[in-house]
């Protein structure tokens, strides 16, 4: 047995059992990982996926037993080198966030800031990524700390912890004729064409949630990943948008202006996530404790450490 077969089993179920993308993703053969299988098979004298011809299909019951151990010795393997690091070069290494643009571009500036100030030997590196993306790079180590506003909580393997709560609002042109109204109302909003965040990201589903418990349907035009871009087309006038209010700076984006909807929509909570028993270097958790002073490293520790919610039923 050695580490190659574990990761090959570890990749050949995120990979739903296709070997093809298995091998491109370990950058070794097709043949090379079948026969890598067959190997640990014949060691361990049980199958461990479920087979159809030459095609693998699931798991067997010794297979599902298995792959949860592997997952184990895998990140425990990982946890020994960043072991190794932290007491080799205390303040040196590289820390990987990943988080959506509107926390790159809008939340994370300042801590940024502060942390390079704490840390300059450490390379920082801001991966920006969906929602879903950001559970799947803490899943398989390739991001130290995750930043979103979906996705993470539902994810049991993470830590998660609640950063800062922000409403979405609602912006115009300067010469827009809802500038000028009173009360905003989801009507009046649903009058006018609207751009958007695409669904799964920066709370799209608080707004979709709050034209759908009015019984009102929008005529969402666009949608987009962002919102530097969603502002440029209400620049344009191609409709109102609603965007997270934090987005709108009056002297950055002196065309607009922003119409509070803070009555209208539901509150949402970015949040910040670690993978649970991940060894994090020092460095990692004082990032964390720049985003909230109540993050300590204890706190971080003590939660990521705990058993996930499905273990202790």
């Known amino acids: 047995m050695n580490f190659q077969q574990l990761r090959i089993i570890r990749e050949t179920v995120r990979r739903k059992f296709n070997l093809t993308e ?3 993703a370990l950058h070794t053969s097709q043949s090379g990982v079948s026969k890598h299988i067959k190997d640990l098979e014949d060691e361990l004298g049980v199958e461990l996926f479920i087979r159809k011809g030459k095609r693998l299909l699931g798991l067997t019951a010794p297979g599902q037993e298995l792959i949860g151990i592997v997952e184990r ?19 040196r290494g590289q820390l990987t966030v990943a988080t959506t643009h509107t926390q790159a571009r809008y939340a994370l500036p300042r801590i940024v800031t502060d942390f390079k100030r704490e840390f300059p030997k450490v390379s920082l590196v801001l991966h920006e990524a969906s929602p879903s993306e950001i559970v799947a790079m ?9 930043i979103a506003t979906e996705a993470l909580q539902d994810a049991p393997d993470l830590a998660t912890f609640p950063w800062y709560s922000w409403h979405h609002g609602v912006i115009v042109p300067k010469s827009h004729p809802l500038a000028t109204q009173k009360k905003l109302t989801l ?7 609207i751009v958007t965040y695409q669904m799964g990201f920066t709370g799209r589903g608080r707004i979709d949630e709050a034209f759908q418990k009015a019984e009102i349907i929008p005529d969402i035009v666009m949608t987009a990943l962002d919102a530097d871009v969603i502002k440029a087309y209400v620049e344009l006038e191609l409709g109102i ?25 539901s509150s949402n909570t970015s949040r910040i996530a670690v993978r649970r028993g991940s060894y994090l270097r020092t460095y990692s958790y004082r990032f964390i404790e720049l985003c909230s002073g109540g993050l300590t490293e204890g706190v971080v520790r003590d939660e990521a450490s705990a058993a996930r919610p499905e273990d202790s039923a």
């Open 22 to 24: 298995v091998a491109n």
């Open 73 to 91: 010795i895998l990140l425990d393997s990982h946890n020994i080198k960043k072991l190794g690091e932290q007491f080799s070069n205390k303040d």
């Open 138 to 146: 803490l899943r398989d180590g390739r991001a130290d700390i995750g």
């Open 187 to 193: 009507e009046a909003i649903a009058e006018w064409p």
């Open 241 to 265: 948008g609603i965007i997270a209010s934090m987005a709108f700076s009056a002297d950055r984006d002196p065309q607009l202006r922003l119409l509070d909807a803070a009555s209208l929509f």
